[in-house]
């Protein structure tokens, strides 16, 4: 078997599960891999790619302990803190990134989840921002309840994000304040309500090939439809900020056997693409069919979601959002 085989026998319908032989994508040539993951992404996602940009609505003070994250209170980092945003300046925010062509804007709030006064807030704002925009509205706020998804599905909310972050078994090493199954009790209730699921998680923190394949395998079991793919990009003050960086190589295979496992889902580059060729030009060719763009609120983000565009549209990929074609 080799990878270009693979890949047209997932085309023509094939799945790859548990009961499969994993260690065929740390061994095959990485060249045919990425192409048959091109493939693949061509054949089941086409030229359109997808993007999304988020503001952090709520900051730090998280009590969570992963190790990755500069928001936890439980390291000392230089991350910003503050409250839930005023509504004028994620509403300011929107506008922003629909009017540069983004297809998804997302308000992400450090936490273990936002509830009460500050939830009101968010279902108001997204309420607004449906009424006001035509962007799509995605959501980030941690362990929700089914009514609290049922009440941002409502407010407008199609996509709902909640990473998984690494394998069942490697998950204890990342996080100890909440669990694996936690997060996927949480993404069957995102399912349960109708909404795109989207999850993925962070290579590079230590974890082993294996657990790599075994997060990839458990969102195809999962039926994830968004999979943003994070390099770790260590953050002085968190215990892993003495972690070597990942190698273009490293990425690209990750990336390349998501795609093989994960043919309809779109598989989005996150952080890290700093460590790819131009931004990640080389991952769009290895089975990425979307990405996080921008900057929050500023006017490097116009740049770099122009950049973004301009970079795509020279790879022959179509960057135009619904709303700009329903016009």
């Not at 095959?28 to 891999?33: E, T, Y």
């Not at 048959?36 to 952090?56: M, P, Q, T, W, Y």
């Not at 700093?274 to 921008?294: K, R, V």
């Not at 740049?303 to 179509?318: F, H, N, P, V, Y």
Request: aromatic share 6%; glycine share 6%; hydrophobic share 35%.
């Amino acid at each position: 078997m080799d990878a270009l085989t693979l890949a047209q026998e997932i085309i023509d319908g094939r799945r790859i599960t548990r009961e499969d032989d994993l260690s065929f994508f740390l061994s095959c040539d990485l060249k045919d891999l990425c192409e048959g993951a091109d493939r693949i992404r061509a054949h089941f996602v086409g030229e359109k790619v997808d993007l999304c940009s988020i503001i952090n609505g709520r900051s730090g003070r998280c009590p969570e302990d992963c190790k990755y994250c500069a928001q936890s209170a439980h390291y000392h980092t230089e991350c910003e803190v503050y409250d839930f945003l005023p509504e004028e300046t994620i509403v300011e925010a929107c506008k922003l990134n629909e009017s540069e062509g983004v297809d998804r804007f997302s308000i992400v709030t450090a936490g273990r989840a936002l509830t009460g006064e500050e939830f009101d807030k968010a279902i108001h704002v997204y309420e607004r921002m449906n009424r006001e925009c035509k962007i799509d509205l995605c959501a980030s706020m941690g362990f929700l309840s089914e009514e609290q998804l049922h009440r941002l599905h409502k407010a407008g909310v199609t996509s709902y994000h909640h990473n998984i972050e690494t394998s069942k078994r490697n998950f204890p090493n990342i996080c100890t304040t909440h669990t694996y199954d936690q997060k996927i009790e949480t993404l069957k209730k995102v399912k349960a309500e109708g909404m795109c699921a989207c999850s993925g998680g962070i290579i590079g923190m230590g974890e082993t090939w294996e657990d790599r394949l075994d997060m990839a395998v458990s969102l195809a079991e999962l039926g994830i439809d968004s999979i943003p793919l994070n390099a770790l990009m260590p953050i002085p003050g968190t215990p892993l900020e003495h972690l070597p960086r990942l190698t273009e190589e490293e990425i690209l295979r990750t990336v390349a056997f998501f795609r093989y496992i994960n043919p309809d889902a779109n598989i989005r580059l996150a952080a890290g693409r700093a460590l790819l060729t131009n931004d990640g030009e080389t991952a769009f060719q290895a089975g990425a069919s979307a990405t996080i763009t921008g900057n929050m609120l500023t006017t490097a983000a116009c740049a770099t979601i122009r950049s973004d565009r301009k970079m795509l549209e020279e790879l022959g990929r179509d960057v135009t959002p619904e709303y700009w074609k329903d016009e």
